[in-house]
């Protein structure tokens, strides 16, 4: 044979050998591979099957018998060989380690592929292992994917295997995830049914670690119903048995439920709750726990108007999820930052928001529900086609949740569109449906915007509800002082209730704040409410005290969504396209210290360690590239 050495030449330079391009490369440490993925499949597809599971499983061999960090680290490698080799045996018993230390890391979509791969071969494990395995993986995809009706058929499968062997523990536990998933689907029946089932199965047993968390389930479902009541007195319950058996997970889960229910009712002790709710879940690595405070957390801050503490929970937040591949929470969570939007009175930002989580295909009811009530509404509010419809669905898929908070927002914002449309008899039939409702258990602020949509649309009856729960800031407008609603709305930063309450001043104040309306309005491009404050100083006879009507079409200022100035949205679709910062400066003729800090800008607003974080949320938020308009 040839010796394959490159000749030397005069001079010591060495002669390339004649032959063809290499197919494969060395790396510093000797280990071959190939230089294009295509060279691989070639070479692949020359073997016979039964050649290429020899070599797979002498692979896996090879990297088995290396010392126990190696072979440990390259699980995923190991998986990929033995399920390449037909060998069942060992995928069962590599594929769930490979599943777990992805898990760990927040490679969910990892693992649960690992899990995938093992339940393959479901037919060569023992039964306990088998229900293990639909088990993990329902668990993980559930997390990671939206492939409701397979994860939900995997849980009915282990319950079926674990009923057999006599577990009601293992049974318990499945039935609390199948509540949870038909939660996600808006299916409040049978959410309700699972939950119940999973604590009769356990209550007669000694007191165990799935008592606990079957107490917790139902103190989150009563917190999901606002019967806070009752969240309050099982998550109690469920602290106190998790403490007793030291079960973290549990007092995380249940500390949630009881700190939401705490807040939402305007109670004390709900931010302490929350707080420690969301430390010990990041402390321990319950990624999932993490995800559901940050949602509670923030959505309690929108609510309240403590818009401080919303852009911070958000932030952080859907950055945990990305990075954790927890892609459902992730949507829920831009549901409420598109209504943190909306509140704020940026309207094309919230609409590019939730336009981009209604995009994704197969995103559970619950889940997107959000994202689409604020669609709806704000297209209400800029005077765009399609806002009522948006709203009639959101309520035909809120209806069969049974939650009030999936239904009393959104009949709120039909009534709000019959208001601007100055449709007397819709407004009233929206109003008739809430009131016709559980009043006692909305939350204050839902009442006490109720009961100023109820004075607005001359409602003749009184409101059947209790006007000691009402906040303040809607307190003042109903007692008859709208401008100190407003200030109080402006200072809060909502722009668009500011002018609302403005539109409701009457006597000598009433010129100074119809024009202080029309102004706010038209900045923010909401034409329907302008278009009807200006209709209601006509009616007043101080029509000619307003501002002259704006002509062609508006011109707000947009604003990206983080906060972005157009130099570093420059920047980011530089990284997006994976240049480094010389390469960013060279492109855009900037000095290398500016690029620098534009990228450090850059991910300070995305709250981003690193540039694969801000990677990972484009993939799940492509609007974030768009660009500010002129």
Not at 25 to 40: I, N, P, S, V
Not at 318 to 344: N, T
């Amino acid at each position: 044979m040839a010796d394959p050495r490159p000749s030397r030449r005069q001079g010591g330079r060495a002669r390339r050998p004649l032959r063809g391009p290499r197919i494969v490369a060395a790396d510093a440490l000797g280990a071959l591979t190939f230089r294009h993925e295509l060279a691989r499949q070639a070479t692949l597809e020359r073997l016979s099957p039964s050649l290429q599971r020899s070599l797979h499983g002498k692979v896996e061999a090879a990297i088995a018998g290396l010392p126990a960090a190696q072979a440990s680290a390259q699980l995923a490698r190991r998986v990929h060989h033995a399920a390449a080799a037909d060998n069942g045996a060992r995928v069962l018993d590599l594929a769930p380690q490979a599943a777990e230390q992805a898990a760990r890391l927040g490679a969910h979509r990892e693992a649960a592929a690992h899990l995938a791969t093992a339940l393959r071969y479901i037919a060569q494990a023992p039964p306990a292992e088998a229900a293990q395995l639909y088990e993990s993986w329902a668990y993980e995809a559930g997390l990671a994917l939206q492939v409701y009706d397979t994860i939900i058929e995997a849980r009915h499968n282990a319950i079926r295997i674990w009923r057999e062997h006599g577990r009601p523990d293992k049974v318990s536990l499945n039935l609390r995830s199948l509540s949870r998933l038909h939660w996600r689907r808006g299916e409040g029946e049978q959410a309700e049914h699972f939950a119940n089932e999973a604590v009769s199965e356990v209550e007669n047993l000694p007191p165990g670690p799935e008592l606990a968390m079957a107490y917790s389930t139902c103190s989150q479902l009563h917190m999901l119903h606002y019967r806070f009541d009752e969240a309050i007195e099982w998550g109690l319950r469920a602290i106190t048995l998790a403490d007793r058996l030291g079960e973290v997970e549990t007092r995380v889960h249940a500390l949630n439920n009881v700190g939401t229910s705490l807040l939402f009712d305007d109670r004390p002790g709900g931010r302490e709750r929350m707080e420690e709710s969301l430390a010990l879940a990041l402390e321990h690595g319950f990624h999932d726990h993490a995800a559901r405070a940050y949602t509670n957390y923030a959505e309690y801050a929108v609510v309240s108007k403590d818009f401080a503490l919303a852009e911070r929970l958000l932030s952080e937040g859907i950055v945990f999820a990305a990075r954790h591949d927890l892609d459902s929470p992730a949507q829920y969570l831009l549901g409420r930052q598109a209504q943190l939007r909306m509140e704020q009175g940026r309207f094309r930002d919230a609409e590019t928001i939730a336009q981009g989580v209604m995009k994704l295909e197969r995103l559970p009811v619950v889940m997107h529900l959000p994202a689409l009530t604020v669609l709806g509404r704000v297209r209400v509010r800029l005077g765009e086609g399609g806002g009522p419809a948006l709203l009639q669905q959101a309520l035909e898929e809120g209806l069969p949740t049974g939650e009030l908070q999936r239904i009393v927002p959104v009949r709120m914002a039909l009534t709000e569109a019959a208001w601007l449309a100055e449709d007397r008899a819709a407004g009233h039939e929206q109003l008739t449906a809430l009131a016709a409702m559980d009043l006692a258990n909305f939350r204050p602020s839902d009442l006490g915007e109720l009961a100023v949509w109820w004075r607005r649309c001359g409602m003749e009856e009184p409101l059947p509800a209790p006007t000691t729960r009402i906040p303040w800031r809607r307190a003042v407008e109903l007692g008859g002082d709208p401008l100190t609603a407003a200030k109080e709305w402006e200072r809060l930063g909502l722009p668009y209730e500011a002018a609302l309450a403005l539109m409701q001043v009457r006597g000598a104040d009433a010129p100074t704040a119809l024009a202080s309306a029309v102004t706010r309005l038209e900045a923010i491009e909401a034409r329907p409410a302008a278009m009807l404050a200006r209709k209601l100083a006509q009616r007043l006879g101080i029509a000619g005290r307003l501002p002259k009507m704006r002509r062609g079409p508006y011109t707000a200022a947009r604003q990206h969504p983080l906060g972005l100035t157009q130099h570093e949205q420059q920047v980011l679709a530089l990284i997006a396209e994976g240049k480094s910062n010389k390469e960013v400066a060279r492109t855009l003729s900037r000095s290398p210290r500016t690029v620098e800090h534009q990228v450090s800008a850059v991910l300070g607003k995305f709250n981003a360690a690193n540039r694969m974080e801000v990677l990972l949320r484009l993939r799940g938020e492509p609007w974030l590239l768009s660009t500010a308009a002129p």
